[in-house]
């Protein structure tokens, strides 16, 4: 379990560093709010600022869709253990026929 939150943890760690690097190449902000808008997007959010190139605006409709399946992946692997042992919780042995 602690192995699948870490990977919970690690990718949505990588999503925010993409995030962050894009806001700071495509748009030109400053570290603090790269990270801000990258997070709000993360979470669901939505950005916070005004995107102002096009560039930008491409960038952060794509990372909002990248950032959507990173969620969607990530959560899974912390569901994934959980549900496996409820299935084994209610797996009925048969008697085997002889």
Do not use: Q
């Not at 409820?86 to 797996?91: G, R, Y």
């Amino acid at each position: 379990m602690l192995r699948a939150i870490g990977v919970w943890c690690a990718l949505a760690l990588f999503g925010l560093i993409i995030g962050m690097a894009g806001y700071c190449y495509f748009e030109g902000m400053s570290f603090p709010d790269a990270y801000v808008n990258a997070a709000m997007i993360l979470s669901g959010m939505g950005p916070l600022g005004e995107l102002k190139t096009t560039a930008g605006k491409l960038f952060a409709g794509s990372y909002a869709i990248f950032s959507g399946l990173i969620i969607v992946i990530a959560t899974s692997f912390v569901l994934a253990p959980i549900f496996h042992r409820v299935l084994h919780h209610f797996h009925v042995e048969t008697a085997e026929r002889e």
